[in-house]
């Protein structure tokens, strides 16, 4: 075969179906490709690609933040409908071979081991598998800094004291659990159908601040606002990380959050892949007739030019920077963030490849910024990275 995209969720399912479009023998290979998606995905309204249909669109709502005041974005968000991005993207794969099966290791090139011990051959591979990542097999010396949430979801009218009607709160950075300690934020965003999800959310910790805390503010937010949360609520959980190292196997690949496309500050990576599917698609078109390698090489380039490598090395430094923040400056450095002119917080938010946005933006912050805020930005960038958030800096 052409290509075997390793991975069954919405990045794989997006690249596999436009490899198929443009007449490359293609096969998707996951453990269970039939299982319903789970997670909540969203992205900003002018982030949404041109042929996704509108009845993907759950729910459209202003972006609002609250650091220590309240700013309107002046963006619209889209809550996507999750079984319904699902079938749209399930449609696309009639040409390809949906296999089932769990990937343990690749042997050689093009080559793929299954844990029923059977093999796969294919020119091109591609680690769509998120963050597990399975033909990445060399792991990590760092403990990884991660994005952990819990969220439930209420009923719009159950919801009203925290979301106003048309509303998205992207961050809500106020205390209202009444604990101190690690800093995290409420994120409340309409699902459609009546329904919100309420979600306090730990941006980034090294490592992942615990589900069982997340739980506890929470709960301890929405019983403050006077809001009772009936026993039927459904939960999601959140785990992932937002500092893993660019997919390192040479033989494959990386796309989607394995790759990663993650933002290090957002956690969002489903635009950017839905975006890249196409590209990447058309770049192996383009040189698999010049041999697998030249095929990989083209396909690499494209999840990773080098502009991109260097927007994602400046937003690394933006994470560092913060995970080595005092929990009571964190709402105070998004004040000054978001205070930033539109442009800037827009390229910094979603841009992946505009160098010359991505540092404009951050001269600005640097600009605004007093003398303390300014020293720890300028250390961040020439620090190693934190070992642990539990331990001492």
């Given at each position: 075969m052409d290509?075997?995209v390793?991975?069954?969720?919405?990045?794989?399912?997006?690249?596999?179906a436009?490899?198929?479009?443009?007449g490359?023998d293609?096969?998707?290979?996951d453990p269970?490709p039939?299982?319903?998606?789970?997670?909540?995905?969203?992205m900003w309204?002018r982030?949404l690609?041109?042929?996704l249909?509108a009845?993907?669109?759950a729910?459209?709502?202003?972006?609002?933040v609250?650091?220590?005041?309240?700013?309107?974005?002046?963006?619209d968000?889209?809550?996507?409908?999750v079984?319904?991005l699902?079938a749209?993207l399930?449609a696309?794969?009639t040409?390809?071979?949906?296999?089932?099966?769990?990937?343990?290791?690749?042997?050689?090139?093009?080559v793929v081991?299954?844990?029923d011990?059977?093999?796969?051959?294919s020119?091109v591979?591609?680690?769509?598998g998120?963050r597990?990542?399975?033909?990445?097999?060399r792991?990590?010396r760092?403990?990884?800094?991660e994005?952990?949430a819990?969220?439930?979801v209420?009923?719009v009218?159950v919801?009203?004291p925290?979301?106003?009607?048309?509303?998205?709160?992207?961050?809500?950075?106020?205390?209202?659990?009444g604990?101190t300690?690690?800093p995290?934020?409420?994120?409340?965003?309409?699902?459609?159908?009546?329904?919100?999800?309420?979600e306090?959310t730990?941006l980034a910790?090294?490592?992942?601040?615990p589900?069982?805390a997340?739980?506890?503010?929470?709960?301890?937010?929405?019983?403050r606002h006077?809001?009772?949360v009936?026993?039927s609520?459904?939960?999601e959980?959140?785990?992932?990380?937002?500092?893993?190292?660019r997919h390192?196997?040479?033989g494959a690949?990386?796309?989607?959050?394995?790759?990663?496309l993650?933002?290090?500050?957002?956690?969002?990576s489903?635009?950017a892949?839905?975006?890249?599917?196409?590209?990447?698609?058309?770049?192996?078109?383009d040189?698999?007739?010049?041999g697998?390698d030249?095929?990989?090489?083209?396909?690499?380039?494209?999840?990773?030019?080098?502009?991109?490598?260097v927007?994602?090395r400046?937003?690394?430094i933006?994470?560092?920077?913060?995970?080595?923040?005092?929990?009571?400056?964190?709402?105070?450095?998004?004040?000054?963030?978001f205070?930033?002119?539109?442009a800037?917080?827009w390229?910094?938010?979603?841009?992946?490849?505009?160098v010359?946005g991505?540092v404009?933006a951050?001269?600005?912050?640097?600009?605004?910024?007093?003398g303390?805020?300014r020293?720890h930005?300028?250390?961040s960038a020439?620090?190693?990275p934190l070992?642990?958030n539990?331990?001492p800096?």
């Open positions: 290509v075997l390793v991975g069954g969720g919405p990045a794989g399912s997006a690249l596999a436009a490899c198929s479009r443009r490359l293609t096969a998707l290979l269970a039939d299982r319903p998606w789970k997670a909540t995905y969203g309204s982030e690609p041109a042929d249909p009845s993907v669109i729910a459209r709502a202003a972006g609002r609250i650091a220590l005041t309240e700013r309107h974005l002046g963006w968000y889209a809550v996507l409908d079984p319904a699902q749209h399930t696309g794969l040409g390809v071979r949906v296999l089932t099966g769990r990937v343990v290791g690749s042997p050689a090139r093009g081991e299954l844990a011990g059977s093999q796969l051959r020119a591979v591609v680690d769509a998120g597990w990542r399975p033909l990445d097999s792991p990590s760092q403990t990884p800094a994005q952990t819990y969220g439930l209420l009923d009218d919801s009203a925290l979301l106003s009607a048309g509303d998205a709160l992207f961050m809500d950075w106020r205390a209202d659990h604990e300690g690690w995290t934020f409420l994120y409340a965003i309409p699902l459609g159908g009546g329904q919100v999800l309420v306090e730990s910790r090294r490592p992942g601040l589900m069982s997340l739980r506890r503010r929470l709960h301890a937010r929405l019983a006077g809001i009772q009936p026993e609520a459904a939960a959980r959140v785990w992932f990380p937002v500092d893993q190292a390192r196997d040479t690949v990386g796309f989607g959050a394995a790759a990663p993650i933002h290090p500050a957002t956690g969002y489903l635009a892949s839905l975006h890249l599917a196409p590209v990447v698609a058309e770049a192996l078109v040189h698999l007739p010049s697998p030249a095929a990989l090489a083209a396909a690499n380039k494209v999840v990773w030019p080098r502009s991109a490598q927007v994602h400046f937003r690394r933006g994470l560092e920077a913060l995970l080595r923040m005092a929990p009571d400056d964190v709402p105070g450095f998004f004040e000054q963030f205070a930033l002119p539109d800037h917080r390229t910094y938010l979603t841009a992946r490849d505009d010359g991505i404009s951050m001269n600005c912050l640097f600009r605004q910024s007093r303390p805020l020293r930005l300028v250390t020439f620090r190693r070992p642990s539990d331990g800096t």
